[in-house]
């Protein structure tokens, strides 16, 4: 949007639609992802990860909230215009709509995902779970789309698609084969 203080372009997430955000940022090796998805109890002994889940909230937060403000935003711009070339309506059409309000919760969602970003890059992972899920909040931070393939957003991912495949590896009970 032309007039938004918030020139940021958020993929629409729902939060039943998790694995899909993660398998989308992952694209390298879908089904390494999936393990970023599994039950919580798997990973319980790290931070990281638990840290890694409640930026994926935050995450969620600010895409509702961005989606939000564009869509009030898009509304009142066809009720009224630009807000340089009708202030006085724009003014008034805002209060009725609340695309102000929408925009300060968009500003607190931004702070509280940012937030919680610090906290994780903070967090020593414990295992490449944990690891690739600090990357992978990198990378969806970084990247200008989930499907980006300039330098080094393809490389990153097939990183993290490395980390998930060491823990799948590692974390597979041995099995009954005889050498």
């Not at 638990?50 to 909230?65: D, G, K, N, P, S």
């Amino acid at each position: 949007m032309a007039d938004s203080d918030n020139s940021r372009t958020l993929s629409p997430v729902t939060q039943g639609d998790l694995h899909s955000f993660v398998m989308e940022s992952l694209p390298t090796n879908p089904e390494l992802a999936a393990r970023l998805i599994a039950p919580l109890d798997i990973f319980n002994d790290d931070l990281a990860f638990t840290v890694w889940r409640e930026w994926c909230e935050a995450r969620q937060r600010l895409i509702e909230m961005c989606l939000r403000q564009q869509g009030l935003e898009t509304g009142l711009v066809s009720m009224v215009g630009s807000p340089s070339s009708a202030p006085e309506a724009w003014s008034v059409a805002d209060e009725e709509v609340g695309y102000s309000s929408a925009l300060k919760e968009e500003r607190r969602a931004s702070a509280a995902e940012d937030e919680v970003a610090a906290i994780l890059w903070e967090t020593p992972a414990r295992s490449s779970a944990g690891a690739a899920a600090k990357l992978h909040a990198i990378v969806t931070k970084g990247q200008p789309c989930v499907t980006s393939d300039e330098y080094p957003w393809p490389q990153i991912r097939a990183v993290i698609a490395d980390l998930l495949r060491i823990d799948a590896k590692t974390s597979t009970p041995p099995s009954n084969t005889l050498m």
